[in-house]
C-alpha cells in the first residue's frame, strides 16, 4: 500500500545519506556524475483533486519509472515526498544531462498515461555536474536543489545550477525576509528524533531539528534555508530560536519526560562567538531548565575553523552544564592527537557508516573502532542512520551506548514526539 505523501519524511532520510553516499564513491573513484534533483510540481492540486491516495500512488508509479532508466553506477533515490535524487553515471557535459532530462520529463509524462484521469505529471529538475562544479556530496546535492527551484522561479524545467542565478533566486523569492518573518510567525519548528539507551532500550533523549514551512513556497529544505541564514547573519537568531524552542519543551516534557536531553545542531560561526553563551543562560532561566538537558552538537570541519577559540567557546559551553556532541565523526578530521584535546562528552558515528556496517568490513571497522576509541577517551558513543534490529543488535555487541535512526522513529513533530515517547516499549525490539 503506497505511503500517504503527508507521512513521508522532506529531508534527511534514507534516501537522501544513500545518495550522498554514492556521490562520495563516484568522487573517490574519479567518475563523471550528473547530480539531479527531480521535483514533482503541483502535489497539493493533485492532492486537493483527487485525494492524498490517488496523488501518492501516481508519484509511486513515477519513480518506478524512474527506477528503470538506471545503468551500472547510477542510483534513483527518493528523498522526499515529491522529491528524487537522479544520479547518473558518465555524463560529462550539459548536452549529455541535457538529453537525460528531457527523457525523465517523458517518463514524468507517460506516467499520467496509465491513470484515466489524472492531468500530465510535470516535474523541475535542477542539475550539478560532478567534479566540475564541486567536490562535496552534500554541497553538490545543495547546488542542485537550488537549480530545481531556480528552474521553478525562471519557469524553466530542466535548469543547471549557476551561482549568479542562485542569487538571483534568493534576492526574487526574498529568502532572507521570509526567514525573518518565519522566526516571528511561527512558520518555524523544531522536529524531534528520539535517541534510546541501546542497553535498556529506554528514550533517553531526541535531537531537535529545524522545519520551515513557508506558507507560498512549502517546505524549504534545511540544506537551503541553514545556509542562507549563515550568509545573511540570521544563523545567530535561528540557533536562539532552536535553544529556547528545546528548552520550552523540556520545561513543558518535565512530568512526563524529566530527564530528556534534547540536542541543538551549532554551525561553524556560532562555535567561534561567545554569544551562545548567554543565550544559552538565557533560555535556561527563561524556562527553568538545568543546562545539562542540552547537548550541543558540532561537526569536526566546524572545530578546525577556529581551533582555539572553538576550543574556549566549547569550554565555556560545559562549564555551564551543557553536554557537547562531535557530529559526523569519521567523515572530517578525526586527527586523535587533536580529538584528546577538544572539550567534549560524546561522539556521534556518521550514519554512512552505521548503514553499511553489516556489508561493508570496512565500514564495521570504523564503526568498531570508533567505538572503541570514545571509550579510551572517555565519551559516550551515539550510532545514527540505524535502519534495522540487526544493525541495533550489532551495536549493542560492541558497546555503544546510544542509538538514532528511522528504525527508532524518524522526526516527528513535538506533540507526536510526546505521543511516541508515551507508548514506547522500553525493550530492544
Not at 500500500?1 to 545518495?19: F, H, I, S, W
Not at 562567538?273 to 545539562?292: C, F, G
Not at 572503541?372 to 549493542?396: C, D, H, N, P, R
Request: hydrophobic residues 40%; contains cysteine; glycine residues 6%.
Amino acid at each position: 500500500m503506497a505511503t500517504p505523501l503527508t507521512e513521508l519524511p522532506y529531508t534527511q532520510n534514507e534516501g537522501l545519506v544513500r545518495a550522498s553516499r554514492h556521490i562520495a564513491d563516484a568522487l573517490r573513484e574519479h567518475r563523471d556524475l550528473a547530480v539531479m534533483i527531480v521535483r514533482v510540481r503541483d502535489v497539493e492540486r493533485l492532492c486537493a483533486s483527487f485525494g492524498h491516495l490517488k496523488a501518492t500512488e501516481l508519484i509511486d508509479e513515477f519513480h518506478t519509472g524512474l527506477s528503470g532508466i538506471g545503468r551500472k553506477n547510477d542510483a534513483i533515490e527518493r528523498i522526499g515526498d515529491r522529491k528524487f535524487a537522479v544520479l547518473l553515471n558518465g555524463l560529462t557535459n550539459r548536452g549529455h544531462a541535457t538529453l537525460a532530462a528531457r527523457k525523465i520529463e517523458r517518463i514524468a509524462r507517460q506516467t499520467r498515461s496509465r491513470q484515466d484521469v489524472l492531468p500530465d505529471l510535470r516535474t523541475d529538475i535542477g542539475i550539478v555536474l560532478c567534479p566540475m562544479q564541486g567536490n562535496d556530496p552534500h554541497g553538490l546535492l545543495r547546488s542542485a536543489e537550488i537549480a530545481s527551484l531556480d528552474g521553478r522561479r525562471s519557469k524553466k524545467p530542466v535548469c543547471f545550477f549557476d551561482e549568479q542565478s542562485a542569487q538571483q533566486l534568493f534576492d526574487d523569492w526574498g529568502l532572507e525576509q521570509r526567514l525573518q518573518a518565519a522566526l516571528e510567525s511561527g512558520d518555524l519548528s523544531l522536529h524531534f528524533q528520539a535517541k534510546t539507551c541501546v542497553s535498556s532500550g529506554n528514550v533517553i533523549g531526541a535531537e531537535g531539528l529545524m522545519r520551515w514551512h513557508d506558507p507560498e513556497f512549502g517546505p524549504i529544505s534545511p540544506e537551503v534555508f541553514i545556509d542562507l541564514a549563515e550568509a545573511t547573519g540570521q544563523i545567530v537568531e535561528l540557533t536562539e530560536f532552536a535553544i529556547q524552542t528545546a528548552c520550552r519543551r523540556l520545561s513543558e516534557w518535565s512530568d512526563l519526560l524529566p530527564n530528556l536531553r534534547i540536542a541543538i545542531n551549532i554551525t561553524p560561526s556560532i562555535v567561534t562567538s561567545t554569544d551562545i553563551i548567554e543565550v544559552l543562560k538565557s533560555a535556561t532561566k527563561i524556562w527553568n531548565v538545568s543546562a545539562d538537558r542540552l547537548t550541543l552538537e558540532v561537526t569536526e570541519n566546524a572545530l578546525i575553523e577556529d581551533p582555539n577559540l572553538s576550543h574556549d567557546v566549547l569550554t565555556k559551553i560545559r562549564e555551564l552544564g551543557c553536554q557537547v556532541s562531535i557530529d559526523d565523526f569519521g567523515t572530517g578530521y578525526s586527527s586523535l592527537a587533536y580529538l584528546k584535546e577538544i572539550p567534549a562528552d560524546e561522539l556521534k558515528i556518521d550514519r554512512t557508516f552505521v548503514m553499511g556496517m553489516l556489508n561493508d568490513a570496512g565500514d564495521y571497522k570504523i564503526v568498531e573502532h570508533t567505538i572503541g576509541i570514545a571509550k579510551s577517551f572517555g565519551l559516550s558513543v551515539v550510532a545514527e542512520g540505524i535502519e534495522s534490529e540487526a544493525t541495533l543488535l550489532e551495536l549493542q555487541k560492541l558497546g555503544c551506548d546510544y542509538a538514532q535512526g528511522y528504525y527508532i522513529s524518524k522526526p516527528l513533530p513535538a506533540e507526536k514526539f510526546a505521543d511516541f515517547c508515551r507508548n514506547y516499549s522500553a525493550s530492544i525490539k
